[in-house]
Each structure stands twice: as structure tokens, then as C-alpha cells.
């Protein structure tokens, strides 16, 4: 299986990373090919411009790149922090940019306006990965688990992928190497149940 996993979090050391390096670890061990994106050292431009709405008009060779690779792909890991019940800006700008019209999902040619996309990504799953310094049980009964909603119903149903799983690891402040190094290893273990072994 081709799978792309996409990062975004600026600091190399953060837990963000290790969680990216130790899911393609598991995936490459596992036999699948892997494409690790970090975006902020990719230096990924989130900036959506008026001149690529359209999905009609040519967008630059790099988004192409982006787009034919996440549409190809087999499975989809993101890795990012919960800020303020958020992805990062730039994580925002590559799902502006990337998962266009075309790409991601098309709308009924009988639509007349009221958005019934028909999602066009192959992959058979979507791991997110988040890190938070919010307690979970506060982050779902406070805030509504707004994470939750944005992957789960507004990207990935609506662009065709019905297996989606999410892991939030918090909290992340707080935390304890033994801690992390437990965290780390559930990736091994998701990363094995939703893609396992090539036999």
C-alpha cells in the first residue's frame, strides 16, 4: 500500500515528530510505501489564492504534486498539535489547497448549490494523531471536540474515506518519558491494526 503521512508541527523535537517517525517506522516495517510530508520544513505555503478556487484552472507544479499524490493514495496518516481546537494555519492551508475540487470530491452535476460533494480519495483509511494539553473529557463535555468534527465529517466522509480512526495523546505538558514512550508504542500498535503487514 502507498500511504502518505502528513506532519505539522515546527519543532523537530516535539512529540509531533516522534509520533511521525514512529508511525512511517511501523508502516515501512509492515512492507507499505511511505511519503513523510513535514510541512513547515518543506516550508509548505498555506496561502490560498483568488486564481486557484476554480477548479478549472492550472494550480502550481507543487500543489499538483501534493494532489496526485494524496489522491493515489492507499491510506492517509496526519500528525498535529490541538491548537485552539484547531489544526495548525499551515495544515489549514495545505486541506485549503490541496483537497480542491477535482482532487478530494466533485459536487453533482445537478447541483444547484447546496454542496453535495461526492468524494473522490481512494484511500481505504485516515489515521489523525493529535497532541493536546487539554484533558479529553474537557476537551469533548467544554469545547465539543471540535477536531473531532473537522476530520471525521468535514474532510474525510465528505472526500470519500469511511474508516477514519483519531488518537489524541494528552497530556502532552505534563507527560513523563515512560509516558511518551507509551504513546509511541500505541502508534506502532494503530499503525499494524489499520495497515497491517503485506502478506
Known amino acids: 500500500m502507498k500511504i502518505?503521512?502528513?506532519l505539522a508541527h515546527p519543532d523537530p523535537a516535539s512529540l509531533n515528530h516522534a509520533i511521525a517517525r514512529t508511525a512511517e517506522a511501523g508502516l515501512r516495517?509492515?512492507?507499505?510505501?511511505?511519503?513523510?510530508h513535514d510541512l513547515y520544513a518543506e516550508r509548505f505555503d498555506p496561502i490560498l489564492n483568488a486564481s486557484?478556487?476554480?477548479?478549472?484552472?492550472?494550480?502550481?507544479?507543487?500543489?499538483?504534486?501534493?494532489?496526485?499524490?494524496?489522491?493515489s493514495a492507499d491510506g492517509i496518516v496526519i500528525v498535529h498539535p490541538n491548537w485552539w481546537g484547531q489544526p495548525p494555519a499551515i495544515?489549514?492551508?495545505w486541506i485549503d489547497r490541496v483537497l480542491r475540487p477535482g482532487v478530494a470530491y466533485r459536487f453533482l452535476d445537478e447541483d444547484t448549490g447546496e454542496g453535495i460533494p461526492i468524494g473522490l480519495l481512494k484511500a481505504?483509511?485516515?489515521v489523525i494523531f493529535n497532541t493536546a494539553n487539554t484533558p479529553s473529557e474537557r476537551e469533548r463535555n467544554v469545547f465539543?471536540?471540535?477536531?473531532?468534527q473537522i476530520w471525521g465529517n468535514c474532510i474525510f466522509e465528505l472526500c470519500g474515506?469511511?474508516?477514519?480512526?483519531?488518537e489524541i495523546f494528552t497530556v502532552v505538558v505534563t507527560s513523563?518519558?515512560?509516558q511518551r514512550r507509551e504513546w509511541l508504542d500505541h502508534v506502532r500498535e494503530i499503525m499494524d491494526q489499520y495497515f497491517p503487514r503485506r502478506l
Open 176 to 178: 513523563s518519558p515512560e
Open 124 to 126: 481505504k483509511a485516515a
Open 91 to 93: 495544515l489549514k492551508g
Open 4 to 6: 502518505s503521512i502528513i
Open 52 to 71: 486557484e478556487i476554480s477548479e478549472t484552472v492550472p494550480v502550481p507544479p507543487e500543489i499538483e504534486r501534493y494532489g496526485a499524490e494524496i489522491s
Open 29 to 36: 516495517a509492515n512492507g507499505h510505501d511511505v511519503i513523510l
Open 161 to 166: 474515506i469511511k474508516e477514519f480512526h483519531r
Open 144 to 148: 465539543g471536540d471540535p477536531l473531532q
